[in-house]
């Protein structure tokens, strides 16, 4: 792609950092472990963060802590990263879905009661496209319920909560520093936590179940290798020094957008800011208007592609998956279903130009107008 979906942004001093890890002998398991965690622990605010090699690792090791498996249920949104439902179905628990709300895509808190059973043992809230959710609601939800409350923070990063990071409101936080994440370490990704007891069971788990005061070989549980290694913790350590320039550029970029749409009457824009919240800016996703289906948005996408410029259509709900899909439930997403049909999101990364910007508005404009005009697609094309 000309101008592509995403890219990730490395400075010299970044690849200097990795080179070094390369040129000592500690590759894993090492002083950059540490340092990374102890960074990205005292950024959000929290005693422990253990670093894990993906953020779906993170998540899957967060179910595992909590001892949630068979015949329990968590409340997941659909509009999310598939990640979200596999994490409990691989400990055999049901990811039970609930609707969004149709401002900030985020975990509708009316529709989190209306699915909780006596079966439910947690709920995991995603900060969808790093806006936060509905925090206050939702951890009251949680309290009066008894249930854990996993925050995937994996799109947040920065994010704040009346003031406050988000990570730092559940039992247990989830980040993940895959490419197209406001900052990256290649793959990799971390559980945050103020619970030691959680943290000891997370940091075991990730290395085959060993105890660390205990050595190397004695294995107390089932454990996992979703070790994460010293060279992507360098790069973690080097990008999460410059989190706040990547976020303040990610908040510009936004803003770049939404002068150039905000005119756009076909357009649904994300909102620039929501009360009581900061947002961490991961991709900028507009919709379509309702009078737009399916069919128009996919085009859309594929002839911007034809143009060289990335488009994503995300998120496809997981409910409607062909892992997932059962017949009958659609009538419970609306929302989430009339959301994601219409979504569409933007090219967005640190580098990007503003006349890259221009570019993307005027032809995606010049695009849903005349997808309202069939007859004339072909001009365009
Ligand atoms: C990126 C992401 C993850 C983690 O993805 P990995 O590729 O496993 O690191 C989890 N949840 C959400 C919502 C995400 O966007």
Known sequence: MRIPLSAPDITEAEIQAVSGVLRSSHLSLGPKLEEFEEGLADYIGVSDAIAV??????????????????????????????????AARYE????????IDPETLNLDSRSIEARITPRTRAILVVHTFGCPADLGAIREIA???GLYLIEDACEAIGAEYEGKKVGSFGDVGVFGFYPNKQITTGEGGAVVTKNAAIADSVRKLRNQGRDYTKGWFQHWELGYNYRISELNCALGIEQLKRIDPILKRREEIAQTYNRHLSSNRNLRLPPLSVPLRKISWFAYVVRLETRFGEAQRDWIVQEMSRCGIGMGRYFAPIHLQPIYKREGISELYPVTEASASRAIALPFFNRIQEQEIEEVCEKLTDLV?????????????
């Open 143 to 145: 309290r009066r319920h």
């Open 53 to 86: 090699n993906s953020g779906t690792s993170a998540l899957h090791l967060c179910i595992r802590a909590f001892g949630i498996g068979k015949g329990d249920e968590i409340i997941v949104p659909s509009f999310a990263f598939i990640a979200v439902a596999n």
């Open 369 to 381: 107008e005349s997808s309202t005009q069939p007859c004339r697609r072909h001009q365009t094309a």
């Open 92 to 99: 055999e628990a049901t990811p039970v879905f609930a609707d």
